[in-house]
């Protein structure tokens, strides 16, 4: 079975391709000036991109892991994700708190998602 890579870099590709299921890199916001809603519509753009890119959509995600700086946005990040999740396509998920190295960055999202 063979496995794509998409935007590799030294470190890190932002997505692998593998038997039908697409698994996504950490997401994080560029711009790190935005409160916690702005960095995970900004976050979840890319991960719009990037699954279209694979052949997918937000409707096919099986999995996602959210990491938030302070759990005390939870329910800023919550009403963002709520905002773009689309009804009956929420996928099973898991939310904790994380020290990042950039204190600006509030999210990181990780998703894997069923190809179309």
Known sequence: MNITRLHIGDTLSEVAIHNG?????????????QNI???TREVLG???????EAGSDKTRILSCQIFVA????????????????????TPPRATVGAQ???????VEIIVVAASS
């Open 21 to 33: 299921t697409v698994y996504l890199a950490g997401q994080i916001a560029e711009d790190t000036t």
């Open 37 to 39: 809603q702005g960095q």
């Open 70 to 89: 302070d759990v005390k946005d939870f329910d800023g990040m919550n009403e963002a994700w709520n905002e773009w999740v689309p009804e009956g396509h």
């Open 46 to 52: 890319h991960i719009d991109r990037l699954l279209a």
């Open 100 to 106: 990042f190295p950039d204190p600006k960055r509030l």
